[in-house]
């Protein structure tokens, strides 16, 4: 199985394998579209493929393993590692390519946004950061106990997880740290968000794969704090006589936002619009 890949349908079945590369494929990604396929490999090769397996184009050729890759937001453009450059090359050809240093050791993993724009690098020079389309740094973590073997975005791009070993991290978009969880893994080395963005999975190193949801997210507005205790349920309090209040519905929450006396809640089949207008303990349901 070295150097192939297999595409698979919806059911499971393996409909096509093609091979692709000399020696082990280390990534593969989808463009936005689901309309082509990004390789890269052991052999330092960078490939373009189209949904059927079909070789469009090798974008790129370098003397060192290409460790991972991510499509730009309009599908226009590549991000891959080489060793510790980060490079950007557009798939017109001539057009100006982009490279940079963005780490003291291997870079292990990247991944780029399409809603805010930014990248994320990880590294075994145990950093983990996130930079602008143009290179420019944003945010370098202190180093870690270990390399950092992943990095993901959140769909919308408000927070991105980070994994290494026996360590799960989630990070917002300027890389102040949320949470940390010390699953005893191994190191995580892949990291898949749930279209929603509630969900984590990571591929571990000791075979496993470790689920994770996003809660204890926290809105403000005046004297009231909303806070997503359990994928289901909020509470709320008020903070100028500490009366606290639990939300709970039906299913898990998605999106929420509390501003000008009302908090929206999104959940993955409904949406609520709550006011504290009409009580100075409560929250009412006006929607």
């Given amino acids: ?7 698979i349908s919806k059911l499971g079945r393996v409909e096509k ?4 590369h000399c020696g082990a494929v280390l990534a593969g990604r ?8 990004v ?12 949904k059927t397996g079909m070789l469009r184009s090798t974008l790129a050729q370098q003397g060192t393993p290409v460790y991972s890759v991510a499509w730009g937001p309009d599908s226009e453009k590549v991000l891959y590692t080489a ?14 390519v982009l ?15 399409s809603v805010n724009d930014l990248i994320l690098s990880a590294g075994e020079d145990c950093k983990y950061k996130v930079w602008d389309s143009d290179g420019r740094p944003l945010y370098s973590s202190q180093p870690h106990e270990h390399p950092i073997t992943s990095v993901a975005w959140a769909p919308d791009g408000e927070l991105f997880a980070v994994g290494s070993f026996h360590t799960l991290r989630l990070c917002d978009k300027t890389g102040w740290s949320y949470a940390l969880e010390k699953p005893s893994t191994g190191s995580i080395f892949n990291i898949a968000w749930s279209i929603d963005g509630t969900q984590i999975a990571g591929a571990c190193g000791n075979g496993h794969v470790v689920f994770a949801h996003v809660v204890e997210q926290r809105w403000e507005w005046k004297n009231f704090q909303v806070t997503l205790t359990k994928r289901r349920t909020m509470q709320v309090r008020n903070v100028l006589n500490d009366a606290v209040d639990l939300l709970e519905f039906r299913d898990r929450v998605i999106k929420a936002s509390l501003n000008y006396a009302h908090l929206v809640v999104s959940t993955s089949l409904q949406c609520y619009v709550f006011s504290t207008r009409t009580g100075i303990h409560h929250l009412y349901l006006i929607s």
């Fill in 83 to 96: 060793g510790k450059q980060l490079i950007i090359k557009p798939l017109q050809p001539n057009a100006k």
């Fill in 99 to 113: 490279q940079w240093k963005a780490h003291d050791g291997i870079i292990l993993k990247v991944d780029w946004n």
């Fill in 39 to 50: 390789t890269v490999g052991e052999d330092g090769q960078i490939k373009i493929w189209s």
């Fill in 30 to 37: 989808w463009n936005y579209e689901g309309t082509a396929l």
């Fill in 1 to 7: 199985l070295i150097g192939k890949f297999h595409l």
């Fill in 17 to 20: 394998t093609v091979e692709a």
